[in-house]
């Protein structure tokens, strides 16, 4: 610009933004240039980069500046506020990458076809309802994720695309899909939609080759699926299926199956004819009652789950199955394993929640076998075979009937898990140098009363629970990191210096320990060696008569878990809120009265379980909690919510304060947009808030055992509701106009509703900062039936 045309302008005139023909990137603000535009290595290519900034639209230079248009390859835009991006987005032709995940956007411009060295395009986690028509005509995208949307069909042409390799739209709407995704070669991933069946197979050109229908209402397989000949991986547990159609043993690529969580009640004989391909069957929690006879043609049979049935026998054939490496049968009413102990390629097995009660002397031919699950079956006795298996690393045989380990376990094998909890053991081995490989070693739940000094050889133990058993002493090897020694008739002498609990805070034991759990100890004190445990992230403490939890706690600088319930605590101690990393607290069942307020600075907080106490108010900033998740304060006497806002409380996900004589929500109160499980019951509401529907995320509501008189029609609109329960309160002129079309789409409870429901008014507790504040003592007096409670050593005012 000239000198000549400068004097013509106004001071606060800008000059017009760098783009159109010859534009450069140079001439883009300072900002925009160096703060989200970065070149890709030695290269001239530029990567946009707008990731996580706030943003609700990108600066619209960036579409019209002419080198920006021919260098950028890569596109972030990702974790923003975005509800629309222009279809000039087509101005970047040379655009390989597109990440726009976690916005807002309705929609996305149909002129990204344009885009012709698109690759990868990620739409994840918007409100998208459709995707591009020609989206087809992008001919190199290879990846499209668009998965957690609100879709509700997919494009027409979709199958047309000539590159796509991954589509992933699961987590949406789609009710139907159409016949001509079997044309596209890609990996489609259609799980958790609501689709209720499968399209007809029959197409011109079929080429898909892995479909992923998990997590659908599918009730019928369609016989015509044996015209997917390219098909090699198909996924359809978790639907509603009770039969396989004849025709799948006809898909002759097919190598992987997963047909789990459905009615299915039989396997058809044809599968069978997928010997030379199908390498793994997974037909978990169905209602199948038998196996082929003819299981031993799947040849290359390499994984086997088919657990939680009701088979009573396998066949004799599975033993010739000679490259199967994995089975579980748990679940089932097998009383016999003599199918498996001659499989010699097999690595897992899998017979838990059976009838087994004899493990076969044969077991030791199993040569490959590395994890054994027995539990929760009859067995007796072990036999002395099992040690000679020494591929063994994995042993659990929980809750049986076994008195006595072999002494052979062990000796010639490199064991690392062994769970034996919930038998009727009642010593261990003297000798337990020959398990020194052991990791985790579990025997909780026995009748053990003594462990062996030799305990102290196993050098690579981490994790160790005696819990439940007749201890009353106990060495610790030093390595540990996880301990469980509740319900033992342990010493409590916590000042002897060969105490368990004096040796616990020793330096060779706080250098290692993370979990700790103390239950039903009969402890009225905190052992204080505990707290020279710094590395401790989990504490349990539960059913003790512990009244205190002493100040010490504040030196677990690494605390994330405590669960101190059902103790005799009166109050929470100060030190606690400087244990910044606690992610979950829980103090049920004592006799807190008051709120710490200090909690409110513990901002990774994300559970908070203070049910069950006798609480009366909260404090009115829960603004630093935004991490929390789960908050139960049910089973108190709370008389209100936070009087701030309460939508400050962005990761909430389930809200308990039942029981309690809360009368009034706050108005802020649908704003908890995450919030999926409220339960309000028993309390004293007389009337909601309005714009109920914003909780959009809520599925399961309990406003019963309250005195509502009416229901807000917002009520209706709520788009995730499962269950709603009103009932029991005086709602007796009638529901919202919307209500029977509620019914209709989830399980509504409105019975017992009585025009002479009544409640007593409560005391009211005043905060002490109120009785000072002229402007609160006047807001008071206009509040009707709100009385302060008087002294503890005086009568509470008697009612006119």
Not at 319 to 338: D, P
Not at 353 to 368: A, C, H, L, Q
Request: proline share 6%; with cysteine; aromatic share 4%.
């Amino acid at each position: 610009m000239s000198a000549r045309q400068g004097k013509g302008k106004k001071k606060d005139d800008k000059p017009p933004p760098p783009t159109g023909p010859g534009s450069k990137i140079i001439a883009l603000p300072e900002p925009l240039r160096k703060g989200h535009i970065k070149r890709i290595g030695d290269t001239r290519n530029v990567h946009l980069q707008f990731g996580t900034a706030n943003m609700k639209s990108l600066p619209i230079e960036i579409y019209n500046n002419e080198e920006l248009s021919e260098l950028t390859v890569r596109f972030n835009a990702e974790n923003n506020r975005m509800k629309k991006l222009p279809k000039s987005i087509s101005a970047l032709e040379n655009l390989e990458f597109i990440d726009i995940r976690n916005n807002n956007l309705s929609s996305f411009p149909a002129s990204v076809a344009k885009l012709k060295k698109l690759t990868f395009l990620d739409l994840t986690a918007n409100n998208i309802k459709k995707l591009p028509n020609p989206l087809h005509k992008a001919t190199s995208l290879k990846t499209l994720l668009a998965s957690k949307n609100r879709i509700r069909a997919l494009p027409k042409n979709i199958g047309k695309s000539p590159s796509l390799e991954y589509i992933d739209v699961s987590h949406n709407m789609i009710k139907s899909i159409k016949k001509g995704i079997y044309e596209s070669s890609a990996f489609i991933n259609l799980s958790n939609n609501r689709i209720k069946e499968m399209p007809a197979g029959k197409v011109k050109k079929a080429k898909l080759k892995k479909l992923d229908l998990s997590h659908n209402s599918i009730g019928i397989m369609p016989d015509t699926i044996c015209h997917l000949s390219c098909l090699v991986w198909l996924d359809i547990s978790h639907n509603s299926v009770d039969e396989l159609p004849v025709q799948i043993g006809m898909v002759k690529y097919l190598h992987y199956f997963d047909g789990s969580y459905n009615s299915i009640k039989a396997i058809p004989d044809e599968i069978c004819a997928l010997g030379s391909s199908l390498d793994t069957l997974k037909l978990a929690n169905n209602e199948i009652a038998l196996l082929p006879e003819e299981i031993d043609k799947l040849k290359k049979l390499r994984v086997l789950d088919i657990a939680n049935n009701q088979l009573e026998y396998i066949p004799e054939s599975i033993r010739s199955l000679a490259y199967i490496e994995e089975i579980n049968v748990s679940g089932n009413q097998l009383n016999s394993m003599k199918f498996a102990v001659t499989m010699k390629s097999l690595v897992s097995l899998l017979i838990a929640n059976n009838k087994v009660e004899v493990v076969p002397d044969d077991i030791k031919k199993m040569r490959s076998l590395v994890t054994l699950d027995l539990s929760n079956n009859g067995i007796k006795e072990l036999p002395n075979t099992i040690g000679h298996v020494k591929t063994l690393k994995t042993l659990n045989i929980a809750n049986n009937k076994i008195r006595e380990l072999p002494d052979t376990l062990g000796k010639d094998q490199i064991l690392s898990h062994l769970d034996i909890s919930r038998n009727r053991v009642v010593s261990l081995p003297p000798d337990m140098r020959k398990l020194r490989n052991l990791e985790t070693f579990h025997i909780n739940n026995n009748e053990i009363t003594a462990i062996p000094k030799s305990i102290e050889y196993l050098y690579q133990i981490r994790s160790f629970n005696v819990s439940a058993n007749q201890l009353n002493e106990l060495l610790l090897p030093k390595t540990l990191t996880h301990l469980y020694l509740s319900e033992n008739p342990l010493t409590l002498n916590f000042g002897d210096h060969k105490s368990l609990f004096h040796a616990m805070g020793d330096k060779d034991h706080i250098r290692n320990l993370t979990h700790l759990e103390l239950c039903k100890l009969n402890m009225d004190e905190l052992p204080s060696a505990l707290f020279n445990c710094r590395m401790l992230k989990v504490l349990k403490i539960t059913d003790n008569k512990l009244s205190t939890l002493s100040d010490q706690i504040g030196k677990l600088k690494n605390l994330e878990y405590l669960d101190a319930s059902r103790n005799r605590l009166f109050d929470i101690p100060t030190a606690l809120c400087d244990l910044h990393n606690l992610r979950s607290i829980k103090v049920t069942e004592n006799g807190i009265t008051e709120f710490l307020p200090g909690i409110l600075k513990l901002c990774h907080l994300e559970e908070l379980d203070m049910s069950f106490n006798l609480m009366k108010i909260l404090p009115d900033d829960f603004g630093s909690l935004n991490k929390l998740m789960k908050l139960d304060l049910s089973n108190n006497e709370l008389v209100n919510f936070p009087q701030d806002r309460v939508d400050v409380l962005a990761s909430l996900l389930e809200l308990n304060v039942s029981h309690n004589h809360i009368d009034v929500m706050p108005t802020g109160f649908p704003y908890l947009y995450r919030l999926k499980v409220l339960n309000v019951s028993s309390n004293d509401l007389k009337s909601l808030p309005g714009d109920f529907d914003k909780l959009k995320a809520a599925e399961t509501i309990n406003f019963s055992d309250n005195i509502l008189e009416a229901l807000p029609e917002s009520m209706c609109k709520l788009p995730s509701v499962r269950v709603l329960d009103v009932s029991n309160n005086k709602i007796v002129l009638g529901f919202p106009k919307a209500w029977e079309n509620l019914k209709s789409r989830c399980d509504v409870k409105q019975s017992d509703q009585s025009s002479h429901k009544k409640r007593e008014p409560q005391v009211r507790v005043v905060k002490e900062e109120e009785k000072t504040s002229p402007k609160s003592a006047k807001k008071k007096r206009n509040v009707k039936g709100q009385k302060n409670v008087e002294p503890a050593n005086q009568a509470p005012p008697q009612e006119a």
